[in-house]
């Protein structure tokens, strides 16, 4: 119901927009939250974005440097991303819950298949 689209191989310092599309849903009635699994660790919230699309919320490690939109006319939310470090490779998924904002996983039942995202010289 979710696909992201966006990811690739970026040098360091680069940028990257991701997107998350959904499908069978009205989206706007969704709270979106992008997460994030680098190799060998738990997944990470990054980002989320509150129906209505405020308020946003961001972890700490991308404050500054990533910014979470939504276009609900078009079903999609964006995260874009500048300054990237190796630090940041992962795989990115958005998941989607009714309501507000959430940071936990078990909090959300729907959820994408991920896009890879890879910041290396």
């Known amino acids: 119901q979710f696909v992201e689209s966006g990811g690739g191989l970026v040098q360091p310092g680069g940028s990257l927009k991701l997107s998350c599309t959904a499908s069978?849903?009205?989206?706007?009635?969704?709270?979106i939250t992008w997460f994030r699994q680098a190799p060998g660790k738990g997944r990470e919230a990054v980002s989320c974005?509150?129906?209505?699309?405020?308020?946003?919320h961001y972890a700490d490690s991308v404050k500054g440097r990533f910014t979470v939109s939504r276009d609900d006319a078009k079903r999609t939310i964006y995260l874009q991303m500048h300054n990237l470090t190796p630090e940041d490779t992962a795989v990115y998924s958005c998941?989607?819950?009714?309501?507000?904002?959430?940071?936990?996983?078990?909090?959300?039942?729907?959820w994408g298949q991920g896009t890879q995202v890879t910041v290396s010289t």
């Open positions: 974005i509150n129906v209505g699309a405020e308020p946003t």
């Open positions: 069978e849903v009205t989206v706007n009635h969704y709270a």
């Open positions: 998941a989607a819950r009714l309501t507000y904002c959430s940071d936990q996983e078990v909090d959300f039942t729907l």
